[in-house]
């Protein structure tokens, strides 16, 4: 089976969010409850049980890479649609407790609905904020990489909704080299903070879902540099056994003493 | 009139023959009054709002945080009562560490999203997964003080023989090592995840966590009639480690740290600390000898030790909440510059 990959290039992104559609859509999403945040076109907030796709907005006080209009009142409007990030080493599929997270052949990260509990445990496991619990269900939710879509051929529902190809869909490492192409195209023409977020270098050993963005990643809530959880296993776990060893110590001392 | 009467007309020809003969100007600009000024890194993120996911348990889960840790710790000290042959706290302490089993498992199946699908965490063991490692501790916790309850009261019961006299050794020393990690492991299941003041202290949550279940196991066994000297050594120990927690929090000053010292749920914090440490250390230490003393400092110290994992809890739902948290953490050269 082939490593699929997103490739998903704020750059190119018109905030259309037929991607957000084409998801909620094909998946039989519920909707996020029609609330009007105040945060440009956003009313999705972030990525939850019932959005597994979401477009953020960005209004920043900077210049669009070369341009001169606006030269004395900088002002961009940025988009990019934020999925899964189908970690290498995930946090959430490594914290649950009952394999309901697993790896598919696909590479991806799958949440399997009949065997979830809801402990909620891969909630506060993910470093990108990405899986919830959905509590009228009770258990957790994610992008599923259009798995089903993917087993018959055909790309993810996002991938295919999208209008100017902001959202690609391929082979990981044709992927990957297609983004650095493209970063240096866009610096060339004078997008100098166009780069690629794509963190190989942590722990989480790279993401199926690679990001051009531009600007620094915290404007994109895209932690800098995230790290799996289970990294701390062990100053953790030794702590708790140091403890533990004092504890067995001061009990056996007053009874002795 | 120019709008700037400084520059002369002069001025303007010899930028423009300087830009046509190096291609550009040799020239810093206006200055402004002050300049130059500091430029702290602003704080970014997508509209303030959180990254990361804040945690979804219920009031369930700090309690069963809280009897876990009496349950654990009792079956250590029934241990070291067997050993030393104080039958009463024996006894007392094996029952406290099964009602606590019985109470832990509801605790803990209430909070699932699917409370029919509690045996799923049982049909794989990760080592990785500290919610994995709970449930199979529990599972084997509970057996092993059943057992060793059942044992124990039908020795007593004048059933007894050898066999199950060895039985009995056995479950208490499993209940006892299965014990200590049921009172650990929930330190390491909050320390091992992304939400920043969980994490940054992981290896503080563990001492706090221990040392509120030995206090709290010690302070239940007084509230039950045994002001022994052994239940005062013990909460002296546990409510000294407390407060140096306490103050260890307030001196290190991290901004990570902020939920467990600011609004609400710093004063929860604050205020299970002051009940688990300076207060119960201050009453045992000073009158220690009045009996009243020691049943105000055993209730001190264990509602203390209850806030305090409501508060931990509830630190991590902030800590959540503030993008910054994590992106300093992550970045901690770049964020230097800001303060």
Redesign the interface.
């Known amino acids: 089976m082939r490593t699929s990959a997103f490739l998903t290039d704020a750059s190119v992104c018109i905030g259309c969010k037929a991607c957000e559609v084409a998801c909620k859509e094909w998946n039989h999403i519920p909707d996020d409850g029609f609330e009007w ?1 105040g ?2 076109y ?1 009313n999705t ?2 990525l ?1 049980a019932s959005t597994w796709r979401h477009v ?1 907005f ?1 209004e920043e006080k900077k210049p669009m890479g070369p341009q001169l209009a606006g030269i004395e009142e900088p002002f961009r409007w940025q988009f990019l649609s934020d999925v899964c990030k189908h970690c290498e080493n995930a ?1 959430c599929l ?7 997270i697993v790896r598919t052949e696909l590479k991806s990260v799958f949440v399997q609905q009949d ?7 891969c ?13 009228e ?4 939710f994610k992008c599923t990489f259009c798995y089903d879509r993917q087993r018959d051929g055909l790309m993810p529902a996002c991938a295919k909704a999208c209008p100017t190809r902001s959202i690609r869909f391929g082979e990981w490492e044709e992927l990957r080299q297609e983004a650095q192409v493209r970063v240096k195209e866009l610096q060339d023409r004078g997008y100098n903070d166009a780069q690629i977020y794509d963190p190989t270098g942590s722990s989480v050993g790279g993401t199926h879902a690679i990001f051009l963005i531009l600007g ?1 990643p ?10 799996v ?2 990294i ?2 062990k ?10 060893l ?3 110590l ?8 | 009139m120019a709008a700037n009467p400084k520059i002369t007309e002069d001025r303007l020809d010899a930028l423009r023959e300087e830009a046509a003969r190096t291609g550009k100007v040799q020239d810093h600009g206006i200055a402004p009054v002050g300049s130059p000024f500091p430029k702290p890194a602003a704080a970014v993120s997508y509209h303030g709002n959180p990254v990361l996911k804040p945690p979804t348990w219920t009031w369930q889960v700090p309690l069963y945080f809280f009897v876990g840790g009496v349950a654990g710790i009792s079956a250590v000290i029934a241990l070291a009562a067997h050993l030393f042959g104080n039958a009463g706290v024996l006894r007392a302490g094996l029952w406290i560490g099964l009602l606590g089993a019985l109470v832990s498992a509801p605790l803990l199946i209430a909070d699932l999203g699917r409370p029919s699908r509690f045996l799923n965490m049982l049909r794989v063991f990760k080592l990785q997964s500290a919610m994995s490692v709970g449930a199979w501790t529990l599972s084997g916790y509970s057996s092993a003080v059943g057992l060793a309850v059942v044992c124990h009261e039908l020795i007593l019961a004048g059933y007894g023989n050898n066999f199950l006299l060895v039985l009995e050794w056995a479950a208490e020393i499993s209940a006892a090592v299965s014990g200590l990690i049921l009172a650990s492991y929930t330190s390491v299941l909050l320390g091992v995840t992304a939400i920043p003041v969980w994490s940054e202290n992981r290896r503080l949550v563990p001492v706090v966590f221990l040392a509120g279940g030995l206090g709290s196991a010690a302070g239940v066994l007084e509230l039950l009639g045994f002001l022994l000297p052994v239940t005062q050594f013990i909460g002296i120990v546990a409510s000294a480690v407390e407060t140096l927690v306490a103050i260890v929090i307030e001196l290190r000053g991290r901004y990570v740290d902020r939920p467990l010292r600011e609004g609400t749920v710093g004063w929860l914090t604050r205020a299970g600390a002051a009940l688990a440490g300076p207060t119960s250390l201050l009453l045992r230490v000073f009158w220690g000898h009045s009996s009243m003393a020691r049943y105000v400092a055993a209730v001190c110290f264990v509602t203390g030790a209850l806030i305090s994992r409501y508060a931990w809890i509830a630190a991590g739902r902030v800590s959540s909440r503030d993008p910054q948290a994590l992106f300093r953490i992550q970045r901690p050269a770049h964020n230097s510059a800001a303060h």
């Not at chain 1, 490594?94 to 309901?100: D, F, K, Q, R, V």
């Not at chain 1, 909630?123 to 509590?135: A, W």
């Not at chain 1, 269900?137 to 957790?140: D, E, F, L, M, S």
């Open positions: 945040t945060q440009s956003d907030h972030a939850g953020l960005l946090g490594e914290a649950c407790p009952t394999g309901a065997v979830c509990n809801g402990c909620g445990y909630v506060v496991s993910c470093p990108f904020g990405v899986v919830d619990k959905n509590h269900v009770g258990t957790a620094q915290e404007a994109y809530n895209l932690p800098p540099a995230p790290e959880p289970t701390h296993m100053s953790a776990w030794g702590a708790a056994l140091f403890s533990a004092v504890v067995v001061v009990v056996f001392l007053a009874f002795a003493l």
